[in-house]
């Protein structure tokens, strides 16, 4: 689709959306793209429905990646080169048709490493039910890393640990609930018997009985056998006197 500088800046908009024909993925480019590389744009996009199987992410992890989409801009006077297009201060925003969740994380194809990675591109946060956003400060081939149970598990634990969760243990009604008065009462009991052996530990020590002198002295084995060697012997003596 072609961009015209002139146009967008004419509609008073900081931004042009752009969608991919039959389907739900579009991108939303600032208007500093355009600045960047200096007027009238060609951008091409191509979405992909299959899924990538079997791709090695950065960190080393087997990966699928889902929702494929390229995009490359080129200058209207010459469509046939691909203007390489980084570090814009403005992102541009992809939405890849896929419901956002906690096993999917925007990533690009590292042509160099061949490997996906994140680097320059944010997954941003989505209400439940939302769409899958990236912002990218690049151009290049976009998916949605999956993970799988790794990421939900390490993210399962984390949401349980942030401020919001937090804020919730006291504004719901688990306490009164038996499991929650069951582990309530066994925190109670073990803070108790916790205290209660301090404070018998402090008497004794006051009362001089924690010493070395109070702990049991297991016998040499082998001096136990000697023992009972010589024992027996004399056993034996006097039964034949």
Partial sequence: QKLA???VQGAGANRTDIAVEGSNVSISIPVSLLIQVGGDLVVSM???NHTAQDQMAFDGDNIQVRGLL????SALSNPQVSLAVSGLTDPVLLMLGMVADTTLTCGFYDEHSRTWSSSG???LPAESGGPLVCATSHLSLFGAMFRGFKAAFVCSHFSLLDKHALSNIG???WHQALPGQLFLGFTAATVVFLLAACFFD???SKQGLLTNNHFLIIEDSEQSRRGESRTNTQSISLETE
């Fill in 5 to 7: 500088l002139s146009d």
């Fill in 46 to 48: 191509a979405a992909f």
């Fill in 70 to 73: 390229s995009v490359r801009v």
């Fill in 121 to 123: 591109v944010r997954t």
């Fill in 171 to 173: 504004r719901t009604h």
């Fill in 202 to 204: 402090w008497r004794r």
